[in-house]
Nanobody, 124 residues
Framework: QVQLVESGGGLVQAGGSLRLSCAAS????????MGWFRQAPGKEREFVGV????????NYADSVKGRFTISRVNAKNLVYLQMNSLKPEDTAVYYC?????????????????WGQGTQVTVSS
C-alpha cells in the first residue's frame, strides 16, 4: 500500500512558476514509476508527465513539454513537478500517481495509487 500526498498548489499569474511536491509513504517507493496527471472542471483526467523508478527516463505530454519538469528523490520518497511559463489553460487539480507497470505509462488505469490532488490556478 502506498499513500500519496500532494502539496504546493496555489494561485499564480500567467508566466509564473510553481513546484508541486508529492510525498509517498512506504518502503517500496523506488519500485514505482511516478506520474502526474491533471483534471480541469468538466474534463477528463489527463496525463502530464511520468518519471521512471530511478529517474533515468521521463516522458511528458506535448502541452507541457519544455515547460514542466519531473524529478524524484527516492531516499526521501518525494517526487516533484516543476512548472514554468504557466498558462491559464494549465489550471486544474494536479494529481500524483504511482504505477507498478513496466515502462512509462500515460493512462489512468495503469496507475495503482493516487493522491488527493492539489489545485493550481493560473490567472491571465
Amino acid at each position: 500500500q502506498v499513500q500519496l500526498v500532494e502539496s504546493g498548489g496555489g494561485l499564480v499569474q500567467a508566466g509564473g512558476s510553481l513546484r508541486l511536491s508529492c510525498a509517498a509513504s512506504g518502503r517500496t517507493f523506488s519500485t514505482y514509476a511516478m506520474g502526474w496527471f491533471r483534471q480541469a472542471p468538466g474534463k477528463e483526467r489527463e496525463f502530464v508527465g511520468v518519471i521512471s523508478r530511478y529517474g533515468a527516463s521521463k516522458n511528458y505530454a506535448d502541452s507541457v513539454k519544455g515547460r514542466f519538469t519531473i524529478s524524484r528523490v527516492n531516499a526521501k520518497n518525494l517526487v516533484y513537478l516543476q512548472m514554468n511559463s504557466l498558462k491559464p489553460e494549465d489550471t486544474a487539480v494536479y494529481y500524483c500517481a504511482a504505477s507498478s507497470y513496466e515502462g512509462l505509462s500515460q493512462t489512468v488505469p495503469r496507475y495503482d495509487y493516487w493522491g488527493q490532488g492539489t489545485q493550481v490556478t493560473v490567472s491571465s
